[in-house]
C-alpha cells in the first residue's frame, strides 16, 4: 500500500475514532464560512444598490440651482452656461423643472409617497452617461409628442405595479392638483432620482423651480462654480448651491465605506472563532494520538507525512463544514435582505441572486484559515520523539524548537493579517482586527494569571475532595489559562452583544407608541361640484368630526396661500380671534402686535429682531381694514380683513395643524362660487372600527386618508426593521461567544482523561470525581463570567463617553448596561458550561484507569 492510499484511508477511519473533535473542527468552519457568505454577500449587494455612478446621481459633472427661483434668474444661469460652453469652458448642459406649489406628490392612492414629478424642459436631457430610457422606441424626447405620458425607474414601477401604456394618477400632498398620465417608457436611474417621474414641462401650471446640468471641460469645479456665481451681486449672500461629481462621491464613501466594513469586519470575528476552534480542536487530536504519532514515527513515517496526513484529516473535515456554512450563509443573507426590503428600501434594487464570488472566497478562506491554523499545532508533531510519544509523555521543545514556535506563530499572524485585509479591503481595519485580538489575548492572558494566583492562594481546608480540587487547581491554573481567555472572550462577547440588543429593544419599545389624538383621521377630498359632507361625517365609525372647506390661491399672494371656510365653533380651541370678528376675513398675527394692526393704532412703532424701529405701516401683514384681494376662477374677488387671530397651543392631539392661511366662514366661502377646492374632514375613529371605515372611504373619488393608525404603523415599521437588522447581525456576534465557550469546555475535558484515571487510582470514586470535575469548572466559570460582565460593563461606559471620539461619529443612543440581565445571562452561561462539562466527561470517567494510563 502506498503512502497516498494510506493517507486517504487513515484519514477516514480516524476521522471515525475523533467524533466529537471532528465534529468540533466541522462546526468551527461551518460558522467561519457562514459568516464570511453572509457577511460579504450583504455588503456587496448594499454596495450594488447604494454605491452609484456619481455622474448618473448628479445628471452630469455639476449641478446647478438658484436659491431663488424666478424668471430673472433662471435667464442669467442659462444665458452664463451658453456664454461658458462657447469659451469652451463646459461640454454641454440642460436643464429640468419641479413645480414650486407642490413638491411632493402620491403615486396612486395609497400606494406610495414622496414621488417627485419633473418637467422635460430641453431636449438636450439627459446628458450623455447619466441616464438612458430602456423601453424600445421610447426617448425622452416623445414626452413632448405624447400627451400627458410620462417616464419613470423601474423600482418605481415594480412599486406601484405598473407596465408599459398603463394609466395611473399622481396627486399633490394637499388634494389640489390631481393629474392622469400614461406610463411610456422606463428608465434606469440611480437613487438620488429614483421616486422621480419625468413629464411635459407644461403639465403643471404656475411657477417653477429650475434644475441645471452641465458636462464640465477638465476637472477644475471651483473655476466653474466661481463664474457661474459671479453673475449675481457680490452683496447678496448665498444665491446659487452646487453640487459636482467629487463631491458626490465623497458623500457616498463617507457613509458606505463604514458600514461595509464593519460588516464584513465581523466576517472577520467569524473567521477568528472557527480558526480558535480548528487550532484548539487539533492540539486535542495530537494530545489523543501522541502513542499512534509515536509508533508511526517509530516505523519509518517522517515528520511531513505525518504533518501530511493530520492536514489532510483537516482539509476533508473542514470542506464538510465549508460546504454546509456556505449554504447556511446564503439562507442567512437572504433573511437579512427580507428584513431590510420593506418601506421605503423597497426602492432599492437588491441582487438577491447567488453571489459566486463570494461562495469561492468563503470556502476559499475558511479552508485556508483552517489550514493555517491547524499548523500551529500540528508543527509541534516535529519535536515529538518516539520515546516521548511511546511513554505518553508531554512534548519538551528546547531553545531552538522554541523559537521555531514563535516564528511559526508569527507566520500565521502576518497571514491572518492579509485574510482580514483581504475581506475588509482596508488596510486599518485589517490589521485593526488581528492587532486587536492578539493583544486582548496576550493582556487577558497575563490578567487572568494573575487573577487566578490571587484568588486560588485563598486556603480551603475541608479534608476531601473539595480541598483537593482546591489544591489541583493551584498547581495547574497556569495551563487553563489560554482557555479560560477563550471562554471570557465568548462571555464578555454574549454580555456585550446582549447589552446592544436590549439598547435596541428597549429603544424601540420607548419610541413604540400608538399616536393618541381626539383627531386621528383626516381624509382629504377633492371636490368638483357640490357633495353632500354628512356623507362622510355619518359613516359607520366616526365618534365626532367636523369639516373645513380649502381652496388654493395665487401663489402671488403676500400673506397666505389658502382660504379656508370653517364653522368657528368646530374647531375646539385650535383659532383664537384676538381682534374683530369673523364677518370678512381673518389673518393670522404674531406674538402681540395685535392691538397695533387696527385702523385707530396705525403709525406706532416696533423694535424687529434685527434691531431697527419700524412703523407698523411698513411692515407686510394685513391689518383690520385692509382690502384682501383674491384670484378665484380666474377672476379678482376682493374681501374685507375684519379680524386678526391666533393659534393657541390645543390641549386635545391631531395628526395634522390648521394651515396658516385666511378664514372665513363656510357660507361666505359657499357664496365665492370656487369651481375646485378640497374638504378636508377631521375625524375621530376608534381602532376596531378603522378598517371596515377605511375600506367605505376608499372606494370615494380622489380622495386621500390619514390616519394615526397609518402613521404609527410606517414609523414603528421603521424601528421594527433597524432592530430586527441590528439584532440578526449581532446575533453571528452572540453566536460566536457561545460557540467559543463550547468549543473550549468540550475541547478541554476531553483532552483530561489522564487527569481523571489519576484521580481513580488516588481512591476517588465516580461520584467524587464527577463533583470535583464540575466544581473545577464551576469555580473558573464563575471568575471568568464576573470579569467578563464587569468588562462589558466599562466597555459599554467607554463607549458612551468616549465613542465620538473612537469611532468618528456620534452615538445618539447610549448603551444600557442591565445587571439584573448580566447576572442572569452569567448564570445561563455557567449552566450551559456544567451541562457541557457534565455530559462530555461521562465517557472518559467510565473509563478505567489501567486502560487509560497504559494506552489512550
Not at 153 to 162: Q, T, V
Not at 376 to 385: M, Q, R
Not at 461 to 470: A, G, M, P, Q, R
Request: include cysteine; charge should be neutral.
Amino acid at each position: 500500500m502506498n503512502k497516498t492510499k494510506f493517507f486517504f484511508e487513515k484519514t477516514r477511519s480516524s476521522i471515525k475514532y475523533l467524533g466529537i473533535v471532528a465534529a468540533i473542527i466541522s462546526l468551527s468552519v461551518m460558522f467561519s464560512s457562514l459568516c464570511v457568505m453572509s457577511l460579504l454577500s450583504l455588503s456587496e449587494t448594499l454596495r450594488e444598490a447604494l454605491d452609484d455612478n456619481p455622474r448618473a446621481t448628479i445628471g452630469g459633472d455639476i449641478t446647478i440651482t438658484p436659491m431663488e427661483q424666478n424668471e430673472e434668474n433662471f435667464n442669467l444661469v442659462k444665458n452664463k452656461l451658453e456664454e461658458m460652453k462657447r469659451d469652451g469652458a463646459i461640454k454641454e448642459f440642460t436643464y429640468t423643472s419641479v413645480p414650486i406649489n407642490h413638491r411632493m406628490y402620491n403615486l396612486g392612492f395609497g400606494k406610495s409617497r414622496n414621488i417627485l414629478p419633473v418637467g422635460y424642459e430641453d431636449n438636450r436631457f439627459p446628458l450623455e452617461g447619466t441616464k438612458k430610457v430602456l423601453t424600445p422606441n421610447i426617448s425622452f424626447r416623445d414626452l413632448e409628442r405624447i400627451q400627458d405620458s410620462a417616464i419613470l425607474s423601474g423600482n418605481l414601477a415594480k412599486r406601484g405595479n405598473l407596465q408599459i401604456g398603463d394609466t395611473f394618477v399622481i396627486y399633490s400632498s394637499d388634494m389640489y392638483d390631481m393629474h392622469q398620465l400614461k406610463l411610456i417608457g422606463i428608465t434606469t436611474s440611480p437613487l438620488s432620482s429614483a421616486t422621480n417621474i419625468y413629464v411635459n414641462k407644461n403639465l403643471f401650471k404656475g411657477e417653477r423651480a429650475y434644475t441645471f446640468y452641465a458636462d464640465i471641460v477638465g476637472d477644475d469645479f471651483d473655476k466653474i462654480k466661481f463664474r457661474i456665481a459671479s453673475i449675481f451681486p457680490s452683496d447678496v449672500g448665498a444665491t446659487v448651491s452646487f453640487w459636482d461629481r467629487n463631491q458626490a462621491e465623497k458623500d457616498s464613501a463617507r457613509g458606505s465605506i463604514k458600514v461595509f466594513t464593519l460588516i464584513k469586519g465581523l466576517s472577520v470575528l467569524g473567521l477568528f472563532v472557527g480558526s480558535f476552534g480548528i487550532a484548539s480542536a487539533v492540539n486535542t487530536i495530537i494530545l489523543k494520538r501522541r502513542k499512534e504519532i509515536g509508533i508511526m514515527k517509530s516505523i519509518g513515517f517522517t515528520k511531513r507525512d505525518i504533518s501530511t496526513m493530520l492536514l489532510l484529516e483537516v482539509a476533508l473535515i473542514s470542506i464538510i463544514g465549508s460546504v454546509v456554512g456556505v449554504s447556511l450563509g446564503f439562507i442567512f443573507f437572504r433573511y437579512l435582505l427580507e428584513i431590510i426590503s420593506t418601506g421605503e428600501m423597497e426602492i432599492l434594487d437588491f441582487n438577491k441572486s447567488l453571489n459566486f464570488v463570494a461562495i469561492g472566497l468563503s470556502l476559499l478562506v475558511s479552508i485556508v484559515s483552517s489550514v493555517i491554523f491547524a499548523y500551529i499545532s500540528i508543527s509541534n508533531v516535529a519535536e515529538l520523539k518516539p520515546t516521548y510519544a511511546l511513554k505518553d509523555l508531554d512534548i519538551r521543545q528546547n531553545k531552538s524548537s522554541k523559537n521555531k514556535g514563535v516564528l511559526r506563530f508569527l507566520m500565521v499572524g502576518l497571514l491572518f493579517c492579509g485574510i482580514s485585509i483581504f475581506l475588509t479591503k482596508s488596510l486599518e481595519y485589517g490589521l485593526g482586527a488581528v492587532g486587536l485580538v492578539s493583544i486582548v489575548l496576550l493582556l487577558f492572558s497575563l490578567l487572568f494569571r494573575l487573577i487566578f494566583f490571587l484568588i486560588l492562594r485563598i486556603p480551603v481546608k475541608s479534608h476531601n475532595f473539595v480541598e483537593f480540587t482546591w489544591d489541583s487547581l493551584r498547581q495547574s491554573y497556569k495551563k487553563i489559562v489560554f482557555a479560560m481567555v477563550a471562554i471570557f472572550l465568548g462571555m464578555f462577547t454574549v454580555n456585550f452583544i446582549m447589552i446592544l440588543v436590549n439598547t435596541a429593544s428597549g429603544e424601540y419599545k420607548d419610541r413604540y407608541q400608538e399616536v393618541e389624538a381626539d383627531t386621528n383621521v383626516v381624509v382629504t377630498s377633492l371636490v368638483d361640484g357640490a357633495t353632500d359632507d354628512g356623507k362622510v361625517l355619518k359613516m359607520n365609525g366616526v365618534d365626532k368630526g367636523f369639516v373645513m372647506y380649502k381652496a388654493k390661491l395665487d401663489e402671488k399672494n403676500q400673506s397666505f396661500s389658502e382660504i379656508i371656510g370653517v364653522d368657528l365653533n368646530d374647531l375646539g380651541g385650535r383659532l383664537k380671534i384676538v381682534a374683530g370678528d369673523m364677518s370678512g376675513i381673518i389673518t393670522l398675527v404674531v406674538g402681540n402686535n395685535a392691538e397695533y394692526l387696527v385702523e385707530g393704532n396705525l403709525g406706532k412703532v416696533t423694535e424687529t429682531g434685527d434691531g431697527k424701529i419700524v412703523s407698523f405701516d411698513d411692515i407686510g401683514w394685513y391689518k383690520i381694514g385692509d382690502t384682501v384681494t383674491l384670484l378665484i376662477n380666474g377672476e379678482e374677488a376682493k374681501m374685507p380683513v375684519t379680524g386678526l387671530y391666533e393659534m393657541p397651543e390645543h390641549k386635545g392631539g391631531s395628526i395634522k395643524y390648521l394651515p396658516a392661511g385666511g378664514f372665513i366662514s363656510k357660507e361666505k366661502f359657499n357664496s365665492l362660487g370656487i369651481n375646485k377646492y378640497v374638504k378636508e374632514y377631521w375625524l375621530n375613529v376608534k381602532e376596531e372600527n378603522y378598517q371596515p371605515f377605511y375600506e367605505k372611504v376608499a372606494k370615494l373619488p380622489n380622495t386621500l386618508i390619514e390616519s394615526s393608525f397609518r402613521i404609527e404603523e410606517e414609523m414603528n415599521a421603521i424601528l421594527d426593521t433597524m432592530v430586527r437588522f441590528s439584532i440578526s447581525i449581532a446575533s453571528l456576534a452572540l453566536l460566536a461567544g457561545v460557540i467559543l465557550i463550547i468549543i473550549v469546555t468540550v475541547l478541554d475535558v476531553t483532552s483530561r482523561s489522564r487527569d481523571f484515571a489519576i484521580y481513580k487510582t488516588l481512591g476517588f470514586v465516580q461520584k467524587e470525581i464527577v463533583w470535583m470535575v464540575l466544581l473545577e469548572y464551576g469555580v473558573m466559570t464563575v471568575i471568568t463570567s464576573v470579569f467578563a460582565s464587569l468588562m462589558a460593563y466599562v466597555a459599554s461606559e467607554v463607549i458612551n463617553r468616549y465613542g465620538e471620539k473612537f469611532f468618528g461619529f456620534v452615538i445618539n443612543q447610549k448603551l444600557n448596561f442591565d445587571f439584573k440581565n448580566s447576572i442572569a445571562m452569567d448564570l445561563g452561561i455557567i449552566i450551559l458550561v456544567l451541562v457541557l462539562v457534565f455530559l462530555v466527561s461521562r465517557k472518559p470517567l467510565k473509563v478505567k484507569p489501567t486502560e487509560v494510563l497504559r494506552y489512550e
